[in-house]
């Protein structure tokens, strides 16, 4: 059988990649070919002018990054951060073109015998990312398959009452009920789809934890006495990384960051996704504000916190996915709030990793379960 998938692939972002290449090795692992379908991105729906106005700036900073992307002569007159974020993003095409099998060729409305829509935020239709949009594509609409289905597909920070606010519940209804098997990651994800079609979808985890990663990374320790922070470069706040640098010194490990660039760091190393799983199989510590910062935690068995932020207004939280992944792993005490917690405490404690991979295999279980049944097997 001939597999599409759309997903989050070319967005330059490691988790991105592995659970897009995740779900990819799963299904070949069932037998069927894999291809990567594109859609076209919409534009976002928008509260207020405030929304617009960050719209544009992101979109112009973008058609930036783009430009210097294609003309390397110019990255010389760029500020060392961005000519930093340039270099990612110019290598992370050549790095999904390499396993993803993702050109600049785009391929809209490919013929399969089944589209798989998911994992990551493939349902989050009301974020103000000018690189993912308000798309009907994204749930299926002018596909060409003869079976329509997600897996673990997240709405985000994307709640009911938003879809109520912005006029969007009878449209994403009706998409929906296209779909001959819809798979979520979360709880909030769960209960937008119960409140819209009035039945509970399947709930499957991320495939970054379903597919088995680490024996197909390249054992190599380049580092050693380090802390990764794994995080968004404008989410960190000065407290925040005041505690961390005060947690660093008190257990004399040094500061890497793998992310964005963060300059209260010791170092900041800029690797591909499985460099980075590398990186985490010898870290001491891990402090992390991501959904897959968390999971590469969870995979490698660290010691790690992360760092749970509340939506405010167009602010991006991420409050909705990462306690409900917390809540499923039983790792709740792993959640972290500067100014109520105490970060050495909660770094120190010990893990129980048994009892969190029972979880993890049992869910490994039952994504190939639905996988080969909802693909004819």
């Known amino acids: 059988m001939n597999v599409g998938i759309i997903s989050m692939q070319r967005v330059c972002n490691k988790g991105s990649f592995l659970q897009a290449y995740g779900l990819k090795k799963m299904i070949e692992s069932l037998g069927h070919h894999v291809e990567f379908v594109d859609y076209e991105v919409g534009k976002p729906l928008f509260r207020n002018s405030a929304d617009r106005k960050l719209y544009y700036i992101l979109k112009v900073r973008n058609s930036f990054i783009n430009l210097f992307i294609r003309c390397r002569c110019l990255r010389m007159f760029l500020p060392d951060s961005y000519r930093q974020i340039v270099i990612e993003r110019d290598e992370y095409k050549k790095f999904i073109a390499k396993y993803l099998g993702v050109t600049d060729k785009m391929k809209y409305r490919t013929s399969v015998d089944a589209l798989i829509i998911g994992s990551d935020e493939v349902f989050n239709c009301t974020q103000i990312n000018p690189e993912v949009g308000y798309s009907p594509e994204i749930f299926g609409v002018n596909n060409k398959a003869r079976k329509l289905l997600s897996y673990a597909a997240s ?9 109520v606010d912005f006029g969007k519940v009878d449209e994403l209804k009706g998409f929906l009920t296209a779909f001959d098997s819809i798979s979520v990651r979360d709880r909030n994800s769960s209960a937008v789809v119960e409140k819209l079609l009035g039945s509970k979808p399947d709930v499957n985890l991320d495939p970054v934890l379903m597919y088995d990663y680490m024996p197909t990374i390249k054992d190599e320790q380049i580092r050693k006495d380090y802390i990764i922070v794994y995080a968004y470069r404008s989410r960190i706040t000065l407290e925040e990384a005041q505690e961390i640098k005060t947690f660093a010194k008190r257990v004399g490990k040094k500061l890497i960051s793998v992310s964005g660039q963060m300059d209260f760091c010791d170092e900041h190393l800029s690797l591909n996704p499985f460099e980075c799983l590398n990186l985490y199989r010898h870290a001491d510590y ?22 749970i932020r509340e939506s405010k207004g167009s602010s991006y939280g991420n409050q909705e996915k990462l306690q409900d992944l917390l809540d499923r792993l039983g790792l709740q005490a792993r959640s972290f709030s500067n100014g109520k917690d105490n970060l050495y405490k909660r770094l120190s404690a010990d893990i129980d990793y048994e009892k969190v991979f029972d979880v993890i295999n049992a869910e490994r279980k039952h994504t190939m379960e639905y996988l080969s049944t909802n693909l004819g097997l």
């Open 155 to 163: 709405f985000g920070n994307t709640t009911y009452q938003k879809l």
């Open 286 to 307: 891990v402090i992390t504000d991501t959904f897959h910062g968390t999971i590469f935690s969870v995979i490698n068995r660290k010691k790690f916190v992360t760092l």
